[in-house]
């Protein structure tokens, strides 16, 4: 086992990361070298320098990008521990990664005491935690190796947590290494992507991830590649649908909207449950997460045992801010979930077109191909596109903060419309 083993169909990005890793490998060893010769008074504090030698294909800053689903994060994560990596087989000429040793393993993790990873629930990422990191990043190694920050939600950074973030990628600590990761080079502030190493992941091949599921997470092989399918290559969509059948059955429901938006009744009524099914899948998550969290809040702040135990004097503010959180993390997955049907919607759509225009373009939701037929059947290519369009400008809208209910409820009159 490599930690590339769930990087699917990334060849070209997972040969880049090895070579770079190999360099950085290298510096380590020079750098380690170098501290046990005599120095003169003019040396620099014992580290890795901050430019690298010329033809190396380390560098202290990268960014990923790729699609929803590509495995930008993975790719991220991978490359933490490959840098981590203390395997006795790279003095042997070993690639750096080997996926087993403590560095690698506990990068994988997230235990190693260097590696922080950095994702969130939340809709945005402010000042106050990028300052955090930007501290943090400051700090050597504890490990004597590299301090990696990984940023697996980078285009949702504020403009003045940007800013914060720009600073330290202009003027990094010897042995800092930042790995951000984004959906698009537009997500990102230019003066900071201009700092940084870029590489592009694609979406994986549908067999990849079908072999994948079957492999990782032990799921039949017909479900496996049915859920790849269905999810067009969306590694983490795809595991959840194999693995959560409450997913199966939001997604059965939503890809039965279009047959449902024939009169103005039904499209309210369509809209309604759709936002009811997207605070549905937001409440489930409080009830998982939410109770747990503020019990081990109250238990830390010292509170007195029992739900209801009162707060010592001077915590309450520590209390609400959970509380403001936790409102704020339900936003988004209200948001998120929606986003996610909208997707699903937007794939119903194209399966139809694709019909419709005789397309050679494999059909993703088989399970549903009746549908599918019906509606292409009953329109043509026009007001497909038309359909099309009516769901992007409702995902436009959500991401302008437009209240859902009217957002969707603008959507489904337009697909009636058509």
Not at 155 to 169: F, P, S, Y
Not at 219 to 224: H, N
Not at 374 to 403: F, M, Q, Y
Request: aromatic residues 2%; proline residues 5%.
């Amino acid at each position: 086992m490599a930690v590339w083993d769930d990087l699917v169909g990334q060849d070209r990005v997972e040969d880049q990361l090895t070579a770079a890793a190999r360099d950085a490998d290298a510096l380590v060893t020079a750098a380690s070298a170098a501290a046990g010769a005599p120095r003169g008074p003019e040396a620099d504090t014992p580290g890795a320098p901050r430019e690298e030698p010329g033809g190396s294909r380390m560098t202290h800053a990268w960014l990923f990008t790729g699609p929803p689903g590509s495995g930008r994060a993975t790719a991220a994560r991978a490359f933490a521990a490959a840098l981590q990596c203390v395997s006795p087989d790279r003095a042997l000429g070993g690639a750096p990664g080997c996926g087993f040793c403590d560095g690698c393993h506990t990068a994988l993790i997230g235990t190693h005491a260097d590696v922080e990873i950095v994702r969130t629930d939340l809709l945005s990422i402010g000042v106050k935690e990028t300052r955090e990191l930007v501290r943090r990043a400051q700090l050597s190694p504890a490990g004597g190796r590299w301090q990696v920050i990984v940023l697996e939600d980078a285009d949702r950074l504020t403009e003045g947590a940007a800013n914060v973030l720009l600073k330290a990628v202009e003027e990094p600590a010897p042995r800092t290494v930042w790995l951000l990761c984004a959906p698009s080079l537009e997500d990102v502030l230019p003066t900071i992507r201009s700092r940084c190493r870029h590489l592009t992941l694609r979406t994986p091949p549908v067999d990849a991830v079908a072999e994948l599921l079957v492999r990782r997470d032990g799921i039949e092989p017909e479900l496996a590649a049915s859920v790849a399918r269905a999810t067009q290559g969306h590694i983490a969509r795809a595991r959840r649908l194999a693995t959560d059948e409450r997913a199966r059955a939001r997604r059965a429901a939503v890809l039965k909207l279009p047959l449902r938006v024939d009169d103005v009744g039904g499209c309210l009524k369509a809209a309604q449950e759709l936002v009811d099914a997207a605070a549905e899948d937001a409440k489930q998550v409080a009830e998982e997460v939410d109770t747990k969290e503020t019990e081990e809040l109250r238990a830390a702040l010292g509170a007195a045992s029992g739900t209801g135990g009162r707060l010592p004097r001077g915590t309450a503010g520590a209390m609400k801010e959970l509380q403001d959180r936790q409102k704020r993390r339900a936003t988004r997955t209200q948001r998120d979930s929606l986003d996610l049907a909208l997707t699903d919607l937007t794939a119903f759509y194209r399966d139809v077109l694709a019909l419709q225009l005789g397309s050679r373009v494999a059909i993703a939701n088989t399970d549903v191909r009746d549908a599918l037929e019906r509606v292409a059947a009953g329109s043509r290519p026009e007001r497909t596109l038309r359909r099309i369009e009516a769901v992007a400008a409702c995902r436009e809208a959500l991401d302008r903060n437009v209240a859902p209910l009217l957002a969707v409820e603008a959507m489904t009159m337009a697909l009636r419309a058509g």
